[in-house]
C-alpha cells in the first residue's frame, strides 16, 4: 500500500514525533522511521530486522548451551555466582542485577517519559492496550497456567514443578514489553510516536501494579507464597534504578551535549552493551539452569505451550478489539503485539529473586526468551497481511 501515513493519523506535536522517530531509529539498528519518508510508503513486509534481531532465537540457542556446559564443566564456580547476593536474605543476584543494568538502563534512556503528556489525544488505542495488558494479560496467562500445569499436563509434571512454573509464567506475562515493541512497531508500520506514548506509560504502571499482580497471582494459582520483602527489592532494584537511571543521563546528556549527539552518536554506541549484557546474562542463566534442562528437556517443551496459547490469545484479543472499535491499523498493530510481548529481562531477573537461580518458575521465564523472536514475527506477519480489515479507519 502506497499511502503515506501522515494522511491517515492525526499529527502529533513536533517534538514528540521527532522523539518518537529517534527512539525507534535506536531501537532498530539505525533505521530512521518518518511518517514522510518513502520507507514507510514501503509495504511492512519488505522491512527487515537487524542481524542480531533477526537470529535472536539462535542466539539464545547458543547460550543455552554454553550455558548448560558451563554449568556442568564448572558447578563450583557457577554455585559461587548463585549465591552472591547484594545483602544476605535479599535473594538478589549480583551478576544477574548488573547485567540486567547494563541491559536495561540504555534501553531506558531511549525512551522519552515527556511523550505521556499527549496521551490523550487518541485515547481508544491506548486504553485498550492498558486494559490487556493489566487486566487481561497476568489473569489468563494464571489461567492458562494452572489449567496446563495441573491437569493438561498433570501426568508429566509433579506438583512441586507445576506450582513453580505457574509462577514463573505469571511473572513474565504481568512485565509488558518495553524496547522490543518499538523493533515489532517498526515491522508493522506502526505509529512511532504512539508506540513510544504506549511504552512510556507501561514501563510507569509496573513501578505500582507489577509488585501486588504478581504476588496476588502466585499465591492464588499456586501453593507458593511470594516474600512481599523480596518482591519489594525486586521492583528497586531491577525497575526503579534502571528507570530512574535512565531518566537522568538522557535528561544530563542532551543537556550537555544536546539532543542529535545523544541519539546519533552516544545510543549507538550503547546498543552494544545491552546486547552482550543480554547474552551474558543468558549464558549465566542458562547454567544456573542445567541440572533442569538436561534432566527436564521435556518439561521445557511443556512450558513453551501456555506461553504459546497466552500470546496469540492476547494478541488476536487486542487485535479484534482494535477493529471493532475502529483503531487505525498503525495504532492497532503496535497494540496487539504490546500485549502479546513480556519484558523477559526483568521476569527472569525476577523469579531468580523470588525462587533462585535454579528454580523451575526461573525456568519458565527462560523459555519465555527462547520462543519470544519467532512467535512475535508471526503475529507481525499476520497483521501486516489483514492490513486491509481497518482499510476504513483513519
Same mark, same amino acid.
Given at each position: ?99 540486567? !543494568? ?53 501426568? !508429566? ?11 514463573? @509464567? ?7 514489553? @518495553? ?41 492464588? /494459582? ?5 516474600? +512481599? ?93 482494535? !477493529? ?7 495504532? /492497532? ?5 504490546? &500485549? ?10 525476577? /523469579? ?5 537461580? &535454579? ?22 506477519? +499476520? ?12
Amino acid at each position: 500500500m502506497n499511502r503515506d501515513i501522515s494522511s491517515r493519523v492525526p499529527e502529533y506535536p513536533e517534538e514528540l514525533t521527532n522523539n518518537a522517530h529517534s527512539s525507534s531509529d535506536s531501537l532498530t539498528g539505525g533505521r530512521t522511521i518518518k511518517p514522510d519518508s518513502t520507507e514507510t510508503t514501503c509495504r511492512a513486509d519488505v522491512k527487515r530486522l537487524n542481524f542480531f534481531e533477526r537470529y535472536l532465537t539462535v542466539w539464545v540457542g547458543l547460550c543455552m548451551i554454553a550455558g548448560v556446559l558451563l554449568g556442568k564443566a564448572l558447578p563450583d564456580f557457577i554455585n559461587v555466582c548463585r549465591e552472591w547476593e547484594f545483602v544476605k536474605g535479599s535473594q538478589i543476584n549480583v551478576p544477574i542485577a548488573v547485567l540486567i !543494568w547494563l541491559m536495561i538502563i540504555p534501553m531506558m534512556m531511549k525512551v522519552d517519559f515527556a511523550a505521556i503528556k499527549n496521551v490523550g489525544r487518541r485515547p481508544k488505542g491506548l486504553l485498550i492496550t492498558l486494559f490487556i495488558n493489566w487486566v487481561v494479560k497476568p489473569f489468563s496467562m494464571a489461567l492458562w497456567a494452572w489449567l496446563f500445569f495441573r491437569y493438561v499436563f498433570g501426568y !508429566w509434571i509433579n506438583p512441586d514443578d507445576a506450582n513453580q512454573y505457574i509462577a514463573g @509464567t505469571i511473572i513474565l506475562a504481568a512485565a509488558p514489553c @518495553t524496547a522490543m515493541v518499538f523493533v515489532w512497531s517498526y515491522l508493522t508500520e506502526g505509529d512511532p510516536a504512539y508506540t513510544l506514548v504506549q511504552v512510556s506509560l507501561n514501563d510507569l504502571i509496573m513501578l505500582v501494579l507489577f509488585a501486588p499482580i504478581v504476588r496476588f497471582l502466585v499465591s492464588g /494459582a499456586s501453593s507458593l507464597q511470594v516474600p +512481599f520483602q523480596v518482591l519489594f527489592y525486586s521492583v528497586v532494584v531491577f525497575i526503579v534504578i534502571p528507570l530512574t537511571a535512565g531518566i537522568i543521563l538522557r535528561r544530563v546528556f542532551i543537556t550537555s551535549r544536546g539532543q542529535e549527539w545523544f541519539e546519533k552518536v552516544l545510543l549507538p554506541q550503547l546498543a552494544p552493551v545491552s546486547m552482550v549484557a543480554l547474552l551474558v546474562t543468558l549464558v549465566l542463566i542458562f547454567a544456573f539452569q542445567a541440572d533442569n534442562i538436561t534432566n527436564k528437556f521435556w518439561h521445557v517443551v511443556l512450558i513453551a505451550i501456555p506461553i504459546l496459547v497466552q500470546v496469540y490469545f492476547n494478541s488476536s484479543l487486542t487485535y479484534a478489539l482494535m !477493529w471493532l472499535f475502529r483503531v487505525p491499523h498503525n495504532v /492497532a498493530a503496535p497494540g496487539a503485539l504490546i &500485549g502479546a510481548s513480556n519484558f523477559f529481562e526483568l521476569a527472569v531477573a525476577t /523469579a531468580i529473586a523470588l525462587f533462585g537461580p &535454579g528454580s523451575g518458575a526461573a525456568l519458565a521465564t527462560v523459555v519465555g526468551v527462547l520462543i519470544e523472536v519467532p512467535v512475535m514475527l508471526s503475529v507481525c506477519s +499476520f497483521c501486516n497481511r489483514t492490513r486491509h480489515w481497518f482499510a476504513a479507519y483513519r
